[in-house]
């Protein structure tokens, strides 16, 4: 078998997370590349037999360029399988996630592909404080802050909310379906 991870990241954290789904592939005897979106290098995604895409969200958008991907090449897609994930805040709560699941990953499969995905993964964020998200994230940062002081979270420190198991049982899970 061989396999396509291509990721957006921002700032990183669906970098790490595609990062660790290549290394279980291989773990797994998959042939893998690992490619970021934003590197506008050219696919053959006829050449692959899973491809796996996944992206940061950022105020609710999956990367623009992780999304141009998968409009391009729709049609080859159609014709592989495929599996999506993303990032982000939302999967930190429970109470966020089916909202998330529906927004970020239902609603982009539904426009983006032509066939249900073989998986789609929701994974956490990382929160660090000291990061410079931009204005908007500053915006919102009171609140996020409030959230993780009810989740009984100090919000002056770093937290990965990533579940690094669930992860690789996702991963795994993608060999044999």
Not at 21 to 27: F, S, V, Y
Not at 35 to 48: F, G, L, T
Not at 63 to 89: I, Q, Y
Not at 144 to 172: C, F, L, N, S
Request: one cysteine or more; charged letters at 35%.
């Amino acid at each position: 078998m061989k396999a396509l991870v291509i990721y957006g990241s921002r700032y990183g954290t669906a970098k790490e997370i595609s990062e660790r789904i290549k290394d279980i592939l291989q773990e797994e005897n998959v042939d893998v590349d690992l490619i970021n979106s934003d590197d506008k290098k050219k696919v053959q995604v006829e050449d692959y037999d899973l491809v796996v895409a996944g992206s940061g969200i950022k105020m609710g958008k999956w990367t623009k360029n992780t999304l141009n991907f998968l409009k391009k090449n729709r049609n080859e897609l159609s014709n592989r399988k495929v599996a999506l994930f993303v990032s982000c805040g939302a999967a930190n709560e429970e109470k966020n996630k089916a909202e998330a699941q529906e927004k970020y990953l239902d609603n982009v499969a539904a426009k983006y592909l032509d066939t249900e995905p073989l998986a789609t993964g929701l994974f956490g964020g990382v929160y660090d404080p000291n990061a410079d998200h931009g204005l908007m994230y500053k915006l919102v940062k009171r609140n996020i802050e409030k959230e993780m002081v009810k989740m009984g979270h100090d919000p002056t420190k770093k937290h990965d909310y990533r579940d690094w198991d669930a992860i690789t049982q996702w991963t795994v899970d993608l060999i044999n379906k």
